[in-house]
């Protein structure tokens, strides 16, 4: 059953348990967020996607990913309370990784003074330890990522500081990482990510990669899918279904 | 499939990721319409890739199209395109149900923000038809522009009709 919350004092829909970010989004509201991911569980991580809650028992200033949508609950997205929480928190961010675009360009536009120069060429000095690739590594089943360490020397990586073993190189971490720190580098020949080195399967009409092997024997083991599911690249089968499709057609 | 009463207003809802003078007279909900390709009437002019890629944001790059000509021998060519299986291989390997069905344009569309790059759909489709966005890292298919494909629109040799 829909429930009604208000925006800005403008009345929105929303399913209950809903996170109150993706029902803002969905209406049009424009709030940042880093960590967010619709995927996978919201942790409130980066900070950025603060709310004033002015309704219910605990009025404040809180995190909108991971605050759920409850029927009459009343937020604003704007004020100058929010806007400096916000802006502390970035600069928080970019003292963490300086050299990151994304977090560059919001504090250009939010008018924050970043205190550090960005180092040369930074890849993953630029994470904001914000898990979100830990995240979505585990709900593809992988769990090859994890934070390691604690404190100061917390980083995001491999568990031991070891090639995992359930990394199958799919590259979703470096998809959904928000600051585009991971490390991936693709010759024709193999994949490299995480430390590890992973052979492409091959289209077997032209030779070109298609996936990583680990990756097709991870999805085929686990879909119950036939053995020649990933042998023939993008183009080849839109040819070959060209072909299919002109022999009908003629 | 055409009992569409010309009167009907165009549903405010609906968002064409293009704008154009000549759109169709759109009437989406009342029938349920499809993206009929006609390879017979195709003359490889290539406008259809350039009007989706022109559709879908992109500074007009036709490598990004969601719909693709090939030639099938002599003079003739082939539009090929997302084709809205019924059971589509996208949707069922993907491991985080990022791709649905619209329930008004009956188009597969994947959700930006729940799709997590991983590639594996890419792979699946058995007609190619899935791609693989480098720059953002994202699958990306065509989804009949929300109910007013753009490459039907712009087809001069009406090989491909929106009815």
């Known amino acids: ?250 | 499939m055409c009992a569409s009463p010309a009167s009907s207003p165009r549903p405010a809802s609906v968002s064409p990721a293009w704008s154009g003078e000549k759109a169709p007279p759109l009437v989406v909900g009342a029938v349920e319409r499809t993206l009929v390709v006609m390879p017979r009437r195709c003359i490889g002019c290539r406008t259809c890739e350039l009007a989706c890629s022109f559709a879908h944001g992109g500074p007009g790059r036709m490598a990004r199209a969601r719909i693709r000509v090939h030639p099938a021998g002599e003079k003739r060519f082939v539009q090929i395109t997302c084709l809205q299986c019924e059971n589509a291989a996208c949707a069922k390997v993907c491991p985080v149900q990022a791709i649905a069905r619209d329930e008004r344009t009956r188009a597969l569309v994947v959700s930006l923000e729940r799709c997590v790059g991983c590639g594996l759909c890419e792979a699946a489709c058995p007609f190619g038809h899935m791609h693989f966005d480098r720059e953002t890292r994202r699958a990306e298919k065509c989804d009949l522009c929300g109910g007013n494909p753009a490459c039907a629109a712009f087809c001069p040799a009406k090989a491909l009709e929106y009815r």
């Open chain 1, 1 to 250: 059953m829909a429930i009604r919350i208000f925006i800005d004092e403008q009345e929105v829909k929303a399913e209950p348990g809903e996170s109150v970010l993706m029902v803002a989004r969905r209406a049009g509201f424009d709030i940042p967020a880093l960590c967010y991911h619709e995927a996978v569980e919201s942790i409130g991580a980066c900070r950025l996607c603060l709310v004033e809650v002015r309704s219910g028992a605990r009025p404040g200033i809180s995190t909108s990913c991971n605050m759920k949508a409850e029927d009459g609950l009343r937020i604003s997205t704007d004020s100058p309370e929010i806007r400096r929480d916000r802006a502390t928190n970035l600069e928080l961010l970019l003292l963490r990784a300086p050299g990151s675009p994304v977090l560059r360009e919001l504090a250009a536009r939010w008018g924050v003074r970043p205190r550090l120069q960005p180092p040369p060429d930074a890849g993953i000095a630029n994470c904001i330890l914000c898990e979100l690739c830990v995240r979505v590594c585990a709900a593809l089943g992988h769990n090859a990522l994890a934070a390691v360490g604690r404190g100061e020397k917390k980083r995001v990586g491999p568990a031991f500081g070891k090639p995992a073993e359930g990394c199958v190189g799919c590259g979703a971490c470096l998809s959904v990482c928000p600051t585009r720190c991971i490390v991936m580098k693709d010759t024709p020949a193999a994949r490299t990510i995480w430390g590890q080195s992973f052979e492409f399967h091959r289209c077997q009409v032209c030779g070109q990669p298609v996936i990583t092997e680990k990756h097709r024997a991870f999805a085929i083991a686990k879909r119950g899918l036939p053995e020649d599911y990933y042998d023939v690249c993008e183009p080849c089968k839109q040819s070959q279904a060209s072909q299919r499709f002109a022999s009908v057609v003629w």
